[in-house]
């Protein structure tokens, strides 16, 4: 039986409607961060960056969520080495300016 308030079985869906991904984004800041901080790594970081839409238009998602993480990862990996470089630099002046 149904009550006034019940919807008929053939209108309850049995799954919710699918949710369309959105486009990632293509981190090309951190491409350029990549340029600007330590060069070597901004090739591969700016290679990812521009696979992202070609990728999406084609419909691999998973593909264009994987090179825009890459591309940020080329990015903050070039900030670390910089960093790195300019702790160990630091470092060696200390040294330098100490001997004397």
Known sequence: MTGPYEQP?????PFPPARTPTLPSSNAGWAVVAII???????????????VH??????DVQGA???SNRAGFFGK???IIF?????LYLAF???VVSTM
């Open 93 to 95: 002046i200390g040294l």
């Open 77 to 79: 990996l070039s900030l």
């Open 65 to 67: 969520q994987h090179s």
């Open 83 to 87: 960093g790195a470089f300019i702790v």
């Open 54 to 59: 070609p990728l999406w238009m084609m419909g």
């Open 9 to 13: 079985f053939s209108a309850v869906q």
């Open 37 to 51: 901080f330590f060069w070597p790594l901004a090739i591969p970081a700016f290679n990812h960056a521009l696979k």
